[in-house]
């Protein structure tokens, strides 16, 4: 089983950074295409950024430009770095590692962290 751990979330005002940090218990993390996603209160979670192993990243159209995602495989983490916070980014930020078993037909496994809170004031 992987276990994700979140860290670095808490409060900011607007304009301001935060730098969030996901380190995994293994290292089929560093075979997994890795992502975080969150989830603001009475919405549905949604993903923010993506990178894949080779380092392809890929960013909802409400981050770009503001937070950039990367990976360091020998330390088995992923991390976030957001600027320009603004107060609509005040979520539940989660980690993701998705990995696929090249099985017959290829079988697909999602691991989450438990969460960290991000809130951006006015």
């Known amino acids: 089983q992987v276990q994700l751990v979140e860290s670095g979330g808490g409060l900011v005002q607007a304009g301001g950074f935060l730098s969030l940090s996901c380190a995994a218990s293994?290292?089929?993390?560093?075979?997994?295409?890795m992502g975080w996603y969150r989830q603001a209160p009475g919405k549905q979670r949604e993903l923010v950024a993506t990178?894949?192993?080779?380092?392809?990243?890929n960013y909802a159209d409400s981050v770009k430009g503001r937070f950039t995602i990367s990976r360091d495989n020998a330390k088995n983490s992923v991390y976030l770095q957001m600027n320009n916070l603004k107060p609509e980014d005040t979520a539940v930020y989660y980690c993701?590692?998705?990995?696929?078993?090249?099985?017959?037909?290829?079988?697909?496994?999602?691991?989450w962290g438990q969460g960290t809170q991000v809130t951006v004031s006015a």
């Open positions: 990178i894949t192993t080779t380092g392809i990243s």
């Open positions: 993701n590692a998705h990995w696929t078993l090249y099985s017959d037909p290829p079988t697909p496994y999602d691991y």
């Open positions: 293994n290292r089929i993390t560093s075979s997994s295409t």
